[in-house]
């Protein structure tokens, strides 16, 4: 008995090794969308996103049964995946998701510019609380759902 939980534990201990190979970024996708089917209750997808916004592969490894060859990055607010060339963009949504955030908790609205009908966020109202220090090149929208932002924009 005490020998095979000696074993189990040193099981536990050894990491297992995956080879490099290239990931599309939607094998990706459905290996993120099955390792969060596994995450208990009350743990945020967020676990693995690094600093970087880099996703931890290590942890992924088991579902792509591989380490991608490519970088993706990850954005910590929307958990929307992006391609090393998008990382800029994954940058700046977080910006301005937690900026959109912050401003409608200080406020009680959203930062919207008035009349539009895509609720394009206003760069205006979120540097007029220092909530932002530089505008991003990108036109940011807010989604219907839970307040989200969103780079494309919305249809009518």
Known sequence: MFWKKKQDKKQLNEKKT???RPISIHELRQAVQ???N???QGVPLSVIINDDLTIDYHLLAPYLKAIPEETYYMSKETYEIFEEKDK???EHIDKIQRAVDQ???QKGELPIIEGDPYKKVSYYKLESLNLISQRPDKTFYITKEEDLITYNQPTK
């Open 103 to 105: 401003y409608k908790k």
């Open 38 to 40: 596994t995450l208990q």
């Open 18 to 20: 995956y080879p490099t």
């Open 88 to 90: 800029e963009l994954a």
């Open 34 to 36: 099955q390792y969060a």
